[in-house]
């Protein structure tokens, strides 16, 4: 006994001190309370008008109506994610907790992109908190907020407010791992940011009131006083925008002013963005229309007998293959967390549900279009880098010379 007892006291001293140790080690908890603090932040009204906010809770559009915040929140789980890190595999303690939630500006519409961030929830325990609004406004919300910005992810609906974004110094460099699995074509020659999915311009026609034969090959057909009055475009839009943008680059100032005069001439039907041209161009009010490849495929799938058709010019702005994408915000208090959503996003479920619910063009290989679309390997697209498209302003100052906005 008396020979233990020393023995017994020194393991009971030994204890006590990993103890205190172990509990000074222990982290205060800083990421949940910060993650409350900007959770708070980010329900502050935004700089914008056009920005709306809604929890990602609501958007379970294919969830049962039971799926309320309540809900979600017994959902998260404590057990470690597997996070892909830069250069392998890897178990990342990025254990999602009560109060931590990944904040994302989304420049794309809810009602696209809204399902598929509920999905990334259910599927990784992750919360988050979404702001939907116009991308360039999303981009505008991140350089206002500055340092103060709660952003984690920008999800934006084009390279060319990505490249804005990246220019500005706001977007953090991305892990290798998830900049290889898309093509070079589509991602950031800098590493900021990476396409999602792909979207083409196209002219829409009805095929009732136009023979393909009749569409010319080239947007400079459309400057035809044969199409006047019978042209709808959405000068607001950031599709749009991208696409004079990209006209800009490809054929210089001029060119993309002597453009847009013509059309102008044409007087053509301004609409809000592309699915109301879409069903403008379905009920014969107009015969084509500037939009994206997939409103129409959309639009389609509840009225399958739309009399409207995708055409696509050779070559030039009006094929040109834009891309929906995302970057890390530099204000991230969490990266690995904030990749764990865009490497969700170039997943098999992810480029699947782009390619056969949005009609996007997945960027992933292995995930192929569906139904009636265009291969993307078989659009005669223009040969511009997507990382020049960062000239936001330039193009909204040439819209509002020539009186378009």
Same mark, same amino acid.
């Given at each position: 006994?008396?020979?233990?007892?020393?023995?017994?006291?020194?393991?009971?001293?030994?204890?006590?001190? /990993?103890?205190?140790?172990?509990?000074?080690?222990?982290?205060?908890?800083?990421?949940?309370?910060?993650?409350?603090?900007?959770?708070?932040?980010?329900?502050?009204?935004?700089?914008?008008?056009?920005?709306?906010?809604? &929890?990602?809770?609501?958007? #379970?559009?294919?969830?049962?109506?039971?799926?309320?915040?309540?809900?979600?929140?017994?959902?998260?789980?404590?057990?470690?994610?597997?996070?892909?890190?830069?250069?392998? #595999?890897?178990?990342?303690?990025?254990?999602?907790?009560?109060?931590?939630?990944?904040?994302?500006?989304?420049?794309?519409?809810?009602?696209?992109?809204?399902?598929?961030?509920?999905?990334? *929830?259910?599927?990784?325990?992750?919360?988050?908190?979404?702001?939907?609004?116009?991308?360039?406004?999303?981009?505008?919300?991140?350089?206002?907020?500055?340092?103060?910005?709660?952003?984690?992810?920008?999800?934006?609906?084009?390279?060319?407010?990505?490249?804005?974004?990246?220019?500005?110094?706001?977007?953090?460099?991305?892990?290798?791992?998830?900049?290889?699995?898309?093509?070079?074509?589509?991602?950031?020659?800098?590493?900021?940011?990476?396409?999602?999915?792909?979207?083409?311009?196209?002219?829409?026609?009805?095929?009732?009131?136009?023979?393909?034969?009749?569409?010319?090959?080239?947007?400079?057909?459309?400057?035809?006083?044969?199409?006047?009055?019978?042209?709808?475009?959405?000068?607001?839009?950031?599709?749009?925008?991208?696409?004079?943008?990209?006209?800009?680059?490809?054929?210089?100032?001029?060119?993309?002013?002597?453009?847009?005069?013509?059309?102008?001439?044409?007087?053509?039907?301004?609409?809000?963005?592309?699915? &109301?041209?879409?069903?403008?161009?379905?009920?014969? *009010? /107009?015969?084509?229309?500037?939009?994206?490849?997939?409103?129409?495929?959309? /639009?389609?799938?509840?009225?399958?007998?739309?009399?409207?058709?995708?055409?696509?010019?050779?070559?030039?702005?009006?094929?040109?293959?834009?891309?929906?994408?995302?970057?890390?915000?530099?204000?991230?208090?969490?990266?690995?967390?904030?990749?764990?959503?865009?490497?969700?996003?170039?997943?098999?479920?992810?480029?699947?549900?782009?390619?056969?619910?949005?009609?996007?063009?997945?960027?992933?290989?292995?995930?192929?279009?569906?139904?009636?679309?265009?291969?993307?390997? *078989?659009?005669?697209? &223009?040969?511009?880098?997507?990382?020049?498209?960062?000239?936001?302003?330039?193009?909204?100052?040439?819209?509002?010379?020539?009186?378009?906005?």
């Amino acid at each position: 006994m008396n020979k233990t007892f020393p023995i017994v006291g020194i393991a009971i001293a030994a204890a006590i001190i /990993i103890g205190v140790v172990g509990f000074m080690a222990i982290p205060n908890n800083s990421d949940n309370s910060m993650d409350s603090d900007r959770v708070t932040t980010a329900e502050k009204p935004m700089a914008s008008d056009t920005v709306t906010e809604k &929890p990602t809770e609501t958007l #379970t559009v294919d969830e049962p109506e039971s799926e309320t915040a309540e809900s979600m929140d017994a959902k998260v789980i404590d057990e470690p994610i597997e996070i892909e890190t830069a250069e392998e #595999t890897m178990a990342v303690d990025v254990t999602p907790r009560q109060n931590q939630v990944l904040t994302i500006y989304s420049g794309r519409a809810e009602t696209l992109v809204g399902p598929i961030i509920a999905q990334f *929830e259910q599927d990784t325990g992750i919360k988050t908190q979404v702001r939907y609004g116009d991308t360039a406004a999303m981009a505008l919300a991140i350089m206002e907020e500055g340092q103060n910005s709660p952003a984690d992810v920008y999800f934006a609906q084009d390279a060319g407010a990505l490249g804005a974004l990246a220019k500005e110094g706001r977007l953090l460099a991305l892990s290798p791992s998830i900049l290889e699995k898309v093509d070079s074509d589509y991602r950031s020659s800098t590493d900021e940011w990476v396409g999602i999915s792909g979207r083409a311009r196209v002219v829409n026609y009805n095929v009732n009131l136009v023979d393909q034969s009749e569409l010319p090959d080239s947007i400079w057909g459309f400057l035809d006083p044969k199409w006047k009055g019978k042209i709808g475009w959405a000068p607001s839009n950031g599709s749009f925008q991208s696409f004079v943008t990209a006209l800009r680059v490809l054929e210089g100032e001029d060119r993309a002013k002597e453009w847009l005069v013509g059309i102008m001439e044409n007087d053509p039907v301004v609409f809000s963005g592309n699915a &109301p041209i879409v069903e403008a161009i379905g009920r014969g *009010e /107009i015969h084509v229309g500037f939009v994206n490849n997939y409103y129409m495929h959309n /639009i389609k799938a509840k009225n399958p007998s739309l009399p409207v058709a995708n055409h696509y010019t050779s070559g030039d702005a009006g094929s040109m293959i834009n891309i929906a994408g995302a970057g890390v915000v530099d204000t991230t208090k969490n990266k690995a967390l904030a990749e764990r959503f865009i490497q969700y996003m170039l997943e098999e479920k992810a480029q699947t549900y782009f390619a056969t619910t949005t009609y996007e063009y997945p960027l992933v290989a292995g995930v192929d279009v569906t139904g009636s679309q265009t291969p993307i390997t *078989e659009i005669v697209k &223009p040969q511009i880098d997507l990382n020049d498209l960062d000239d936001l302003q330039g193009t909204l100052e040439l819209l509002k010379v020539i009186r378009a906005l």
